[in-house]
């Protein structure tokens, strides 16, 4: 059987690959667990399904670990997630002690010893304070965008944070004051999962008769979880604007993650907000839809990711790998991702969307060469094998540090 690396290797080239497998044994052997709070659902999970198992055909003994949590403690982790991307948050104390303990009760289930653990995001983050003597290094990765957090939350967070031996960023204006070196690393899609992996004309087909949308006008797309800071009523907004004068569809496809209670009051606004059009569609998708994710992008002829806050936006990448002109909020790592007229379209307000929309509905064939551009922008930058060189450089760098890679909060890009 053909391992993935081996798949791997006619889409980003043997030496790609050989650069891996070089790195990784350097490090050899070496213990790696990733923590994060839900295998489904969300950038960081997709992220996690991905590399994992590469980790380990690089000989690298890699395991993925979720803390348990309640709905108390989710609604905590939700709202420090929003006030983290800077909006309101009334978080009592009550609710960080609830926090803390579910920190602690999961590190006494966790079972482990690493040279290194990372930590994604901040509902894990406390668990150092139990857990510190289990691993040699422990790296704090951030998903999210933290350039202008609420303070109070941040002060609170900070308090672990500080502890970590490095930190991890998407992008260079989401690094924080730390006492340690911060990394920065785009995060990655992985092209052979069931998101990703080419489909046939015939399997997208089928899985739009299955899912009950006709393909008798233009679609037009945006696949995210039901979130304010993702702008679902924005697009709608955008779609009627367009809709008023020309023939298309707008499909609205999310699901649920076990780590986001907001979920269905946002699908409720949605749901009120394109009553009576018969050319919205909202899709309610069961967690694990990985390929019908995937039908879906390869079907639609324009993809929407309005957010107005964003870690990095990998609906952007799987979009752009599938050759389609995207257009996006112009928030966090969206503008990483897009180029204006080159690899896709930023926009600010609904009525900016609307008329990008209008003009990609208009010139198709500006679309198409955007989509080419965008697909070769992925290969380059935006695939799991970058990902992992990039974890390999920094691990590499935490065996043998020049001088300047041990001075606190340097911020190295790799
Ligand atoms: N996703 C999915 N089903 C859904 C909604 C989202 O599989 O109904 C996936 C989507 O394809 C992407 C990830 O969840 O891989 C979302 O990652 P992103 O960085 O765009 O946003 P996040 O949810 O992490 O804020």
């Given at each position: 059987m053909?391992?993935?690396?081996?798949?791997?290797?006619?889409?980003?080239?043997?030496?790609?690959?050989?650069?891996?497998?070089?790195?990784?044994?350097?490090?050899?052997?070496?213990?790696?667990?990733?923590?994060?709070?839900?295998?489904?659902?969300?950038?960081?999970?997709?992220?996690?399904?991905?590399?994992?198992?590469?980790?380990?055909?690089?000989?690298?003994?890699?395991?993925?670990?979720?803390?348990?949590?309640?709905?108390?403690?989710?609604?905590?982790?939700?709202?420090?997630?929003?006030a983290?991307q800077?909006?309101?948050?009334?978080?009592?104390?009550?609710?960080?002690?609830?926090?803390?303990?579910?920190?602690?009760?999961?590190?006494?289930?966790?079972?482990?010893?690493?040279?290194?653990?990372?930590?994604?995001?901040?509902?894990?983050?406390?668990?150092?304070?139990?857990?510190?003597?289990?691993?040699?290094?422990?790296?704090?990765?951030?998903h999210?965008?933290?350039?202008?957090?609420d303070?109070k939350?941040?002060?609170?967070?900070?308090?672990?944070?500080?502890?970590?031996?490095a930190?991890?960023?998407?992008?260079?204006?989401?690094?924080?004051?730390?006492?340690?070196?911060?990394?920065?690393?785009?995060?990655?899609?992985?092209?052979?999962?069931?998101?990703?992996?080419?489909?046939?004309?015939?399997e997208?087909?089928?899985?739009?008769?299955?899912?009950?949308?006709?393909?008798?006008?233009p679609?037009?797309?945006?696949?995210?979880?039901?979130?304010?800071?993702?702008?679902?009523?924005?697009?709608?907004?955008?779609?009627?604007?367009?809709?008023?004068?020309?023939?298309?569809?707008?499909?609205?496809?999310?699901?649920?993650?076990?780590?986001?209670?907001e979920?269905?009051?946002?699908?409720?606004?949605?749901?009120?907000?394109?009553?009576?059009?018969?050319?919205?569609?909202?899709?309610l998708?069961?967690?694990?839809?990985h390929?019908?994710?995937?039908?879906?992008?390869?079907?639609?002829?324009?993809?929407?990711?309005k957010?107005?806050?964003?870690?990095?936006?990998?609906?952007?990448?799987?979009?752009?790998?599938?050759?389609?002109?995207?257009?996006?909020?112009?928030?966090?790592?969206i503008?990483l991702?897009?180029?204006?007229?080159?690899?896709?379209?930023?926009?600010?307000?609904?009525?900016?969307?609307?008329?990008?929309?209008?003009?990609?509905?208009?010139?198709?064939?500006?679309?198409?060469?955007?989509?080419?551009?965008?697909?070769?922008?992925?290969?380059?930058h935006?695939?799991?094998?970058?990902?992992?060189?990039?974890?390999?450089?920094?691990?590499l760098?935490?065996?043998?540090?020049?001088?300047?890679?041990?001075?606190?909060?340097?911020?190295?890009?790799?």
């Amino acid at each position: 059987m053909t391992s993935r690396l081996e798949a791997l290797d006619p889409i980003v080239g043997a030496p790609v690959i050989d650069q891996l497998r070089r790195m990784a044994d350097r490090l050899k052997p070496m213990r790696l667990v990733h923590i994060n709070s839900t295998r489904i659902g969300g950038g960081v999970a997709e992220l996690l399904i991905g590399i994992i198992p590469l980790w380990n055909e690089l000989g690298i003994d890699a395991r993925w670990e979720v803390i348990q949590g309640d709905q108390a403690f989710f609604e905590v982790t939700k709202a420090m997630h929003n006030a983290l991307q800077g909006f309101k948050a009334n978080i009592g104390k009550p609710m960080l002690d609830h926090y803390i303990d579910i920190n602690r009760s999961n590190a006494e289930k966790l079972d482990f010893e690493a040279d290194f653990v990372v930590v994604n995001d901040p509902q894990p983050a406390y668990l150092i304070k139990f857990l510190r003597s289990r691993a040699k290094k422990w790296i704090w990765r951030c998903h999210i965008d933290a350039s202008r957090p609420d303070r109070k939350v941040w002060r609170f967070l900070w308090e672990a944070v500080r502890h970590y031996d490095a930190s991890i960023f998407s992008m260079p204006g989401f690094a924080r004051n730390l006492p340690h070196p911060q990394y920065l690393l785009y995060p990655s899609i992985d092209p052979l999962s069931d998101k990703n992996r080419d489909l046939s004309a015939q399997e997208v087909s089928a899985v739009l008769d299955r899912l009950g949308i006709e393909r008798d006008k233009p679609i037009i797309l945006q696949v995210s979880r039901f979130d304010s800071f993702k702008d679902p009523l924005g697009v709608i907004e955008a779609f009627r604007m367009v809709h008023a004068h020309t023939p298309c569809r707008l499909v609205l496809a999310g699901g649920e993650a076990t780590d986001d209670p907001e979920g269905p009051r946002i699908f409720a606004e949605v749901q009120e907000a394109a009553h009576g059009e018969p050319d919205i569609t909202l899709l309610l998708l069961p967690p694990e839809s990985h390929y019908e994710v995937n039908a879906l992008q390869r079907a639609a002829d324009i993809i929407v990711q309005k957010s107005v806050r964003e870690g990095f936006g990998l609906t952007v990448t799987e979009a752009m790998w599938k050759g389609k002109p995207v257009i996006g909020g112009a928030a966090g790592g969206i503008v990483l991702q897009l180029r204006n007229f080159r690899t896709g379209f930023l926009v600010n307000s609904p009525e900016g969307c609307a008329l990008r929309i209008r003009y990609l509905l208009r010139h198709p064939d500006v679309g198409r060469r955007m989509g080419k551009f965008a697909k070769e922008f992925v290969r380059n930058h935006f695939l799991v094998t970058r990902n992992l060189r990039d974890y390999l450089s920094m691990m590499l760098l935490f065996r043998s540090p020049g001088e300047d890679d041990r001075r606190p909060g340097r911020t190295v890009v790799l």
